[in-house]
């Protein structure tokens, strides 16, 4: 037969080129954590850069449990820091780096958290106060509950000897009856998706606002920055601008686009100068602050932002998915059609 009444066959697209319609998680690493408690394993999580959400499987009974990595700096500016050698804690460290990074695991549960070092050991006290970090089984001394204040500190309450966990340099101990404040740093990647939990949307730009309304984070539009300063944490969109609590957008630092973070329930909270938490309002999911006290209307969560492209083809014009599942180059306008997500995929062997 000529070539040129051959029949073209179908393309066969792979894929992690074509946009997914469905909400997913964030697709990062799966791993198995090595905690144990009474011998139950925990089953594979999936995590990200700064969230995990886990669940042990105790008695036939699966215990959810949500996780955030980030720095504690004390009233005298320091961070809590984990030596290797001896398994020593300290509040020594003048910046965040390994050693200073702890994982605040919360247990749906008993509504209480624990703290676990970068060595995958858990903070615990006994009846004197006197503090350990060596080991990575849990027990009831290992419980703590969260308290906060005005200005976006946290305060960590044992749940069995009622005190409060505290100290500086090498004389950390849990036996102060009143709060010791410190000051949360989130460990997170520059560009982040931002979830509203309970619309189960992303934020992207629209005009002057950021609207939660997006099902997949597609586009520059749907990048999110969380930026940590003095204590506190802007939110600015892919254009640069800040978010205010009013719901606009504006070009500069001010206190109305300062947050502080609380955790409602293990999901993460944003509270503004006025002590109003962020959440999304209306049809358009419009990114602002209203309620004093924290519901499921304003959790978030921090995902991944993954690496997505445009591709030119040899004609100069972008390849895109515009006229249905097969590829096509004849653009050269970028649109949602025009992207693409570029994925690792972990059991793939050439």
């Known amino acids: 037969m000529?070539?040129?009444?051959?029949?073209?066959?179908?393309?066969?697209?792979?894929?992690?080129?074509?946009?997914?319609?469905?909400?997913?998680?964030?697709?990062?690493?799966?791993?198995?954590?090595?905690?144990?408690?009474?011998?139950?394993h925990q089953k594979p999580i999936k995590i990200t850069d700064d969230y995990r959400h886990t669940s042990l499987s105790l008695n036939h009974t699966t215990i959810a449990r949500c996780c955030w990595s980030l720095g504690l700096r004390n009233s005298k500016g320091k961070y809590l820091t984990s030596e290797s050698f001896g398994n020593k804690i300290n509040a020594t460290g003048t910046s965040l780096k390994r050693k200073q990074i702890w994982t605040i695991i919360y247990n749906f549960q008993n509504d209480c958290v624990y703290l676990q070092s970068s060595l995958n050991h858990y903070l615990s006290t006994d009846k004197y106060g006197r503090l350990k970090c060596d080991s990575n089984k849990l027990n009831d001394d290992c419980y703590f509950q969260l308290e906060y204040n005005r200005i976006g500190q946290w305060a960590f309450k044992s749940v069995t000897y009622h005190m409060y966990f505290g100290g500086d340099n090498d004389h950390l101990h849990c036996f102060s009856k009143s709060p010791e404040w410190w000051s949360p740093h989130l460990a997170v990647q520059s560009q982040i998706n931002l979830k509203h939990v309970l619309r189960k949307r992303y934020a992207k730009l629209d005009d002057d606002e950021i609207h939660v309304d997006e099902i997949i984070p597609w586009g520059s539009d749907a990048i999110i920055a969380v930026e940590y300063l003095d204590d506190h944490y802007c939110i600015r969109s892919s254009n640069g601008f800040y978010a205010?609590?009013?719901?606009?957008?504006?070009?500069?630092?001010?206190?109305?686009?300062?947050?502080?973070?609380?955790?409602?329930?293990?999901?993460?909270?944003?509270?503004?100068?006025?002590?109003?938490?962020?959440?999304?309002?209306?049809?358009?999911?419009?990114?602002?602050?209203?309620?004093?006290?924290?519901?499921?209307?304003?959790?978030?969560?921090?995902?991944?932002?993954?690496?997505?492209?445009?591709?030119?083809?040899?004609?100069?014009?972008?390849?895109?998915?515009?006229?249905?599942?097969?590829?096509?180059?004849?653009?050269?306008?970028?649109?949602?059609?025009?992207?693409?997500q570029l994925e690792y995929d972990d059991d793939f062997h050439a």
């Open 2 to 40: 000529h070539s040129a009444l051959r029949p073209k066959p179908p393309v066969k697209i792979p894929p992690s080129l074509i946009p997914s319609t469905i909400d997913h998680p964030s697709q990062s690493l799966i791993r198995k954590s090595s905690t144990q408690q009474n011998d139950h």
């Open 244 to 340: 205010h609590k009013d719901g606009k957008l504006t070009t500069i630092k001010t206190n109305e686009t300062l947050f502080t973070i609380e955790l409602y329930k293990g999901y993460l909270t944003f509270k503004d100068c006025d002590q109003s938490y962020l959440t999304a309002i209306g049809p358009l999911g419009i990114l602002t602050t209203r309620n004093k006290i924290a519901g499921k209307d304003e959790q978030f969560l921090l995902e991944e932002s993954k690496l997505q492209i445009c591709l030119v083809a040899s004609n100069g014009k972008l390849v895109s998915i515009k006229q249905g599942i097969d590829l096509s180059a004849n653009q050269y306008e970028r649109d949602h059609s025009s992207i693409f």
